[in-house]
Each structure stands twice: as C-alpha cells, then as structure tokens.
C-alpha cells in the first residue's frame, strides 16, 4: 500500500501532525539519565592537566606532588598512553592536499593549544583528581605561537608542525565561467570584507565519557554523549587494538549536541586508553571552563568577496577568497577542512549565475582546533551572499526582494546544477520568498520604517535567502576513507501484546528524535504513537548508523524506520490473512486493530495476533511465515545532498547613540520536504535562529596574540538569552525529495544558516541614511559606533 501522506484524512495518520514527545515527561521530570548520572562499580575519575600556554616543549613533568594527593591511584603522561593507543591523522582522500600531524590522547612532546591535555590523573573521587592535577609541575619551553589567520603562510612566521613543510593545511579553489569577463563588463561590482567570529557550542551538558573495561570477556563498554555512537566505535576499536565486535558505545539522554559532541577528543580517547590499562570504569565530565578550551571552535573565517551585476540587477560573477585558521590539528575524523570546503560549496546558492570562483585557505594555528558546529559553513556562505545581494541592490536603488526575485532559480527550474557543481534535485525559494512577504507584512513595515526615521528611529529590514544540506550520501566522507557511515537502519518489531519496538541507529540529543521516529513508525505500522517504544544509541542493539549529524534524522533514519515498519505491517497482516480466511490485501491495521480495509470493520486485535503467533504457533500453518520483526536500511544514492532552502527576515532597531540593537521581530520560511512533526520542526527552526542570533551579536571567542584564551567562561562569553529574543514566526512550504517514500529531507540547522545575514542586512539597512555599514560579526555596539565614526581606532 502506497501512502498518501497530502491526504489529511488518510487512515492512522501521524506523519505531518503535532505529536507529543514520548521522552517529555521524563525530561520535565528530571528523570533523563545522562553519562554523569551513571556510576558503576569500582569506578575511578579522571582529570587533565592542561597547557597553560599555547606552544611549548614539554620538558620534565615532576608528579610527585599529584601521586601524594590522598585518593590518587594513577597518573599517566603521554608516552604512557602512547604505548597502548594509536595517533589519529584526519585527513580526507577527497579532499586534496589536506594535511595534519599525528595527535595522542595526551600530548607526547609538544602542547599546541592552551587546554591540550598533558597528564591525566586518576582518583577515587573528581575532587581529588583534579586536586592533583592542579599540582601537576610541567617544564615547559615556550615557542613562538602562531595566532594570526591572515599571517599563518607568511615566510617569517614560525612554522607550527615543520615535518608539514609549511602551516597550509589545506587550499580549494574552484572556478567556473569567466569571472575577470563579467566583472569588466558588469554595470556594478560591489566588494566587501566580512569576518565571522569564534564559536563554541555551550551545551547544557558537557562533553561526559564513562568506559568500562572488562579484561575476563575482552568488552569495552563505553557510555558517552556522542552524537555518532557507530562511529565510535570504530574509533575506539581500532586505536586500542580492539576488535569492533567487542567494543559498545551506549548513548543514553544527551543535553544538546550542535555539531560539538560528534568529533574524537583526545581526553576522550585518554579516557577509553585508561580504562583498559587499568581494567576498571574510568569517567570523564568535562566542566564549563574546561570546555571553552577543549569543546571545538568553529566559524574563525575573513573574507575579501565581490559581486558583479547588470543594470537590470541581474547577477553576472560572485568572487570569494575566504581564509580561515583552525587550531593546530584537522580534528578526526570528519576533518576541519570541511567548513571552507562548504564556503566554496554554498556561497551564490539560491541565485542563478553563471561565472564564480571561491578559494577557501585553511590554516594552522595555536588555538583551540575548529571542525564542524550547527550549520557548518551555512552562516558564512549565507552573510557572503546575502550581504553582498543587498549591497548592490543599494548601489543600483532596487529593493533588496526585487534582486532577489530576479536571481533565484525558478521554482520549476530544477533539477540544476549550481555554479559550485552542487546538484538540487528541487527547492522553492519563489514560493518561500512570497510567503514570507504576507507573513511579514512588507509593505506595511517599509512604512513604519520611514514614520521611524522621521522620528529619529533607525529601523531595519533585512533579508537573507539561503540553502542547506542536509541527508549526506557517501559522497561526503565514504569516498574520503573515513569510516562515516551515510546509510542508517532501524529495526521494527511486535511484541505479545501488540506493542511496537523500534530500534533505530539514529541517536536522541534533545531534538525529538524519538517523537519523530515514533509518528513513522506509528503510521507505517498502524498503530498509535503512545504504543510505539523507540530505543537508539546502543551498537549492540541498534542497527547499524550514521547517527545524528547534517540534519540526516528524519530523512535517512525516518526513511529506513517507515520502510521497516511497512515490513512489518506486511508481516501482520500476512498472518492475520490465515488467521482471519481473508486475503491479507484487503486487510488494513488501524489504531492496533486488524480491520477491513474498505469499511474499517475490526476484525482482530494486534494483542490477540501477538497471543496466537508467541505462545500458540502451533495452531498457524506449517509454512506461515511468523518473524513479526523487520530491519530495513536506506541511503541516498542520486544526490549527493537533500538541499532544502528558505528565506528570513529580520526587523530591528538600533541605536545610534549606543550602538545597542534590539531585535523587533523574526520570520523564517523554510522547506524541509515532509514535515512530520510541524511543532517539533518550528522549534527546531527557532532554537537555530537563536543560535544564529546568537553569532550576529553576542558570541565570539577571544585570544590574545600569545595564543591566550581571554574569555572562556559564561560571565564574558555572551551567548542569547530568552529577554533579548525576539517573536518569531515560523512558515513552511513543502517539497518532498523523490528519493524516499518518505520525502523528508532536514530541519535542525536551517535556522541558524541564515538568521546571521538578515539581522546584518537589516543592521545595515537601518544604518544607510548614515552611511555606515557593519560586515564583521558579531555586531557588537562598539563595532556600530566605530562605523558610525563616533568611535576612532
């Protein structure tokens, strides 16, 4: 039976409605079990000692203070780890020319960043082992750090890893058409500087490992906050010299995630080592300020970016050369070298041009390493093109929505290639930018705008198009040789009572994982969502996954469950068809129930099949198939991306005495493809619009030129609070991907790609009349002054 999910009054139906969450009550309760509410028994604490500096030798390490803390059992230096764990290289094949070092769970010889773990120290207790590791005595011998994006290639500048050659770690440049053609025959080009500031991801939940070693079975046991339990797996198994079979990585409740919680971490790793070397359950919780220096960073980038355009507005060329710095290693395995890639990828997206070129240069630095964070190169590329969109439709006096509606590709367009050789299969960024302007109320709001600036109100409207990709093939890592798995299972079964278990290998971080899986399976099934019980995160149980990264969930993981639970519809009702001495065909399971499925008559309860096919199969048929359990997988193969794509909309108001900008209102239009739960999709949409609020004007990670952290702490890392938050309004339209049956492609960072360019662009729309304009975020009230010229440098 082929389902059509448009049809409203289909029979069960679950996909596309708003479904409580199953895990809700639980949460609200305080009754999530996250890797810190764990413990086992015997276990011991692990703490780091950490470089204080950025770069430096590691000479002597006098441990004789920390092994008299009362309660310290071990303390462990690199090169003791070294002996039973393997260095991690991240690089990727597909990524040319990518280079990075070797790196150990403790650094062996050199520290490289401020916060690299150098010692681990074991304790019965957290509060004795990190006693001792605060009394750890290191000699270091300072080097000279490198701290400078724009400098790192210099020929004067020290070279961080000199086996590398230089401190390149890895340069794209793609170009198609002429670019130098159009820009000598272009009405206007408009060029601009942008820069976006260091990001870190403030979890509720830090990162938290807890490893269990069992010597007399050769089990590892790992219960981590991970967003890729497969994935690590792999990693543990292999760099510990473990067959995979014999290493179990369990992800229970995990507080958030964004990107930050799917990377290898050295104290991770440390933490597993320990564990075996020790032969006893080893945790790891890393505190908040430990995390501002060891969670990833992401986002560092300065970009010099032109655009070319014709009298008409049309778009003739987009020139970018982005640089951007990203620690002192490619962090493994997905590699940091995938947040420029995807500036080359994104930039120019929504618009249909002919000429561009992009080159992205990634270099070395002593800071905190970068990889991929919510939206990973979404928000850069979106403020590129957005913000230059704008800026010539200033230059040329059009409205900043008419450039746009002559530049988009044509909603019956696709399927088409983009200048980047990014494949959209189809996307809708007419039919969103017009539902968009009804929701806004845009004519009304030019007007308030004037009647403000008559009264001495700066106002702005800012607008921001963009694309995302989301359900990556094996094109995004398979081809590279990094074992990421891009398919994603799920295992349906019936018990006796006529319950439904699903076990999935996409993970639960907070986002709703479970609801969404349940309405799925529910439908697919036949049954209601309340008798639905999901159960991820456990590679001994689950299939075989991806796990949750890239907005792959719904799309991938919703795809192979709907698939498995049709199975196991089959299944049902091929034995309720002998059961019954009807033709399984005209049979239908509705709300639990074996029904006909012309008038919807109830024939059997699924508890009575479940009775007959567990406890008296004797009465079936011999030959009668009765496994009432299915595994299906699914994976992309025809793109190598579902892009979805949007537009938002931001009204704000600054101040041009203080610089201060107050956020009025936000919209976002956004097509996911299928939407299966729209409330659970609309505060996906809105908790990534505050993450990307939270880049435009509060969040940025400062060091000094010695490579020191400034402020790593909540008291001065600014990240959005509730007050400063404006209403925003959520709309969809929806174009369901042909590659499923399902049609859902990805939510989870649309948001946070384009709320950066609208609340710049509505920034500089409100500055106009002044001449001013703002390109580097986060849009402090300083960086405002100084373009108003009421702050000299």
């Known amino acids: 039976m082929t389902i059509q999910f448009n049809d409203p009054d289909r029979p069960n139906s679950y996909i596309g409605k708003t479904v409580p969450r199953p895990n809700a009550t639980k949460l609200v309760q305080g009754r999530g079990r996250y890797v810190d509410d764990i413990a086992l028994p015997r276990m011991l604490h692990v703490a780091f000692a950490r470089s204080p500096v950025a770069h430096a030798k590691i000479g002597e390490i006098d441990l004789d203070e920390a092994k008299a803390v009362k309660g310290v059992l071990r303390v462990f230096t690199g090169k003791d780890l070294a002996e039973v764990c393997t260095p991690w290289v991240a690089v990727l094949a597909h990524l040319k020319g990518l280079k990075s070092p070797p790196e150990h769970p403790l650094a062996v010889d050199r520290a490289c960043w401020v916060g690299e773990p150098v010692v681990a120290v074991v304790a019965t207790t957290r509060a004795a082992a990190e006693e001792a590791a605060s009394l750890v005595m290191v000699d270091y011998e300072d080097l000279p750090a490198v701290t400078d994006t724009m400098t790192a290639l210099d020929k004067d500048t020290p070279v961080i890893h000199p086996e590398l050659g230089d401190n390149l770690a890895f340069r794209r440049l793609h170009e198609e058409g002429d670019v130098e053609g159009a820009m000598a025959q272009a009405h206007k080009v408009v060029s601009a500087r942008f820069r976006t500031a260091r990001h870190t991801g403030v979890t509720l939940e830090p990162r938290s490992i807890l490893v269990d070693w069992n010597p007399a079975e050769g089990q590892m046991t790992a219960y981590h906050a991970t967003q890729a339990p497969h994935m690590m797996q792999t990693v543990f198994a292999k760099h510990l010299d473990i067959p995979e079979s014999r290493v179990r990585v369990i992800c229970g409740d995990v507080g958030g995630s964004y990107g930050i919680k799917v990377h290898v971490y050295p104290d991770e790793v440390a933490t597993a080592a320990i564990a075996k070397m020790m032969g006893r359950p080893i945790k790891f919780i890393a505190d908040r300020l430990e995390s501002y220096s060891t969670d990833i960073h992401a986002r560092d980038h300065e970009i010099e970016a032109k655009i070319a355009v014709d009298k008409d507005g049309k778009i003739l060329a987009i020139d970018v050369d982005d640089w951007t710095g990203i620690g002192p290693y490619s962090v493994y395995p997905r590699t940091s070298a995938i947040e420029g890639n995807q500036v080359v990828n994104l930039c120019g997206g929504p618009y249909d041009f002919a000429n561009y070129r992009a080159q992205t240069t990634v270099v070395f630095q002593n800071k905190t390493p970068t990889c991929q964070y919510r939206a990973v190169g979404h928000p850069i590329a979106v403020a590129i093109t957005e913000g230059l969109v704008d800026m010539a439709a200033a230059e040329l006096g059009m409205d900043p929505v008419e450039i746009r509606r002559r530049n988009m590709y044509a909603d019956d367009a696709y399927p088409v290639t983009s200048p980047a050789k990014m494949r959209f299969e189809g996307l809708s960024h007419h039919a969103s930018m017009d539902k968009l302007i009804g929701m806004m109320d845009y004519d009304a709001l030019r007007a308030d705008q004037e009647d403000a600036r008559k009264r001495g109100k700066y106002r702005g409207i800012g607008i921001a198009s963009f694309i995302e990709l989301t359900n990556p093939s094996p094109f995004m890592y398979g081809i590279g040789g ?72 719904a799309g991938i993981g919703g795809e192979a469950a709907l698939q498995a639970a049709r199975a196991l519809r089959d299944s049902i009702l091929e034995v309720a068809g002998a059961m019954l001495q009807a033709d399984a065909s005209t049979l239908d399971i509705r709300s639990g129930q074996v029904v006909d499925g012309d008038s919807g008559e109830e024939r059997m309860p699924l508890e009575e099949l479940g009775r007959i096919v567990y406890f008296r199969g004797d009465t079936l048929p011999k030959d009668l198939p009765r496994e009432l359990v299915q595994t299906r997988h699914f994976i992309t193969m025809e793109y190598p991306f579902a892009f979805t794509n949007g537009v938002q909309a931001s009204y704000l108001e600054v101040d041009t005495d203080t610089g201060v900008v107050t956020l009025l209102n936000h919209w976002c239009v956004e097509d996911c493809g299928r939407v299966i739960n729209p409330q659970l999709v609309d505060e996906q949409i809105r908790g990534g619009i505050v993450q990307g609020l939270g880049g435009a004007l509060y969040e940025e990670i400062h060091y000094d030129a010695y490579g020191q952290l400034l402020n790593g702490s909540m008291a001065d890392y600014l990240v959005p609070m509730a007050a400063e938050m404006p209403d925003m309004q959520i709309g969809h339209v929806e174009t369901p991907t042909g590659e499923s049956e399902l049609g859902a492609k990805g939510a989870g960072e649309a948001g946070t790609a384009g709320a950066p360019a609208a609340v710049m662009n509505a920034i500089n729309d409100a500055l106009r009349p002044l001449g001013a304009q703002v390109t580097e975020m986060p849009f402090t009230p300083e960086r405002i002054l100084r373009a108003l010229g009421k702050i000299e440098d």
């Not at 019936?494 to 309405?519: F, I, K, N, R, W």
């Open 482 to 553: 990094a074992r990421i798995s891009a398919q994603d299972g799920c295992t349906v079964r019936m018990d006796p009572d006529g319950s439904v278990v699903a076990l999935s290998g996409v993970t639960e971080q907070g986002q709703g994982t479970e609801a969404m899986l349940s309405q799925i399976v529910a439908e697919g099934v036949g049954v209601n969502p309340s008798q639905v019980r999901i159960v991820t995160g456990d590679t001994q149980v689950t299939p075989y996954g991806g796990g949750t990264w890239a907005s792959r969930g």
